[in-house]
């Protein structure tokens, strides 16, 4: 079973500065599966990122994912804010499709 | 337009049962997997983490869940009325969450492309 850690728990910067999200798993993940998603209070997540990389449909160009194999990072380039949210990373190479705990980006 | 749209959730007691469902509209249910991801709060969604609960294949031969509701929960799906299903049993306290119905992007596993609006089951005596 993959179990994935997300730091920091909180985030707090201002609009304009630049959002470093980290998820590290306990095992390599399998064929690039892992997805980031963004969660606003009172509605479903939305798709971010899927294959560690590539933008979902309408996602702006400022939210980025990279890494390999256990370290994963989402990055925020210039912090809106509406970028206000929490952030999950997942898995879904294996069963359990495990989430993140998720990290909370408040924009001050 | 892809659309699910959860029912079924409520107030059960503890050691009861409760059947939910999502009907999925806008794309070919058969061509896709599907999931059940559940969030716990009495109260309001996106207060604790998301928690993956169950999964299944385009044809529903395969299923999967995770260890907390293995044995307790049921995932099924109906391909001719473009309806997924979660059979709850032997519920507890810790069941109470918000539960998300979710369409993978692959027949067999993917990431989840669509989420719906979920619906709240409360365990509670």
């Known amino acids: 079973e993959i179990v994935l850690t997300q730091s920091p728990g909180t985030l707090s910067l201002s609009p304009g500065e630049r959002a470093t999200l980290s998820c590290r798993a306990s095992?390599?993940?399998?064929?690039?599966?892992l997805a980031w998603y963004q969660q606003k209070p009172g509605q479903a997540p939305r798709l971010l990122i899927y294959?560690?990389?590539r933008r979902a449909t309408g996602i702006p160009d400022r939210f980025s994912g990279s890494g390999s194999e256990t370290e994963f990072t989402l990055t925020i380039s210039r912090l809106e804010p509406e970028d206000s949210a929490v952030y999950y990373c997942?898995?879904?190479?294996?069963?359990?499709?495990?989430f993140g705990g998720g990290t909370k980006v408040e924009i001050k | 337009e892809v659309q699910l749209l959860e029912s079924g959730g409520g107030l059960v007691q503890p050691g009861g049962s409760l059947r939910l469902s999502c009907t999925a509209s806008?794309?070919?249910?058969?061509?896709?997997?599907m999931s059940w991801v559940r969030q716990a709060s009495a109260r309001q969604a996106s207060g604790k983490g998301l928690?993956?609960?169950?999964?299944?294949?385009?044809?529903?031969?395969?299923?999967y869940y995770a260890d907390s509701v293995r044995g307790r929960f049921t995932i099924s799906r109906d391909n001719t009325k473009n309806t997924l299903h979660l059979e709850l049993n032997s519920l507890t306290a810790d069941d109470t969450a918000v539960y998300y119905c979710?369409?993978?992007?692959?027949?067999?596993?993917?990431?989840?492309?669509?989420w719906g609006q979920g619906t709240l089951v409360t365990v509670s005596s």
């Open positions: 997942q898995q879904y190479g294996s069963s359990p499709r495990a």
């Open positions: 928690e993956w609960v169950s999964g299944i294949s385009g044809s529903g031969g395969s299923t």
């Open positions: 294959g560690i990389s």
């Open positions: 095992q390599s993940i399998t064929y690039s599966f």
């Open positions: 806008g794309f070919t249910f058969s061509s896709s997997a």
């Open positions: 979710a369409k993978e992007d692959d027949f067999w596993s993917g990431h989840v492309d669509y």
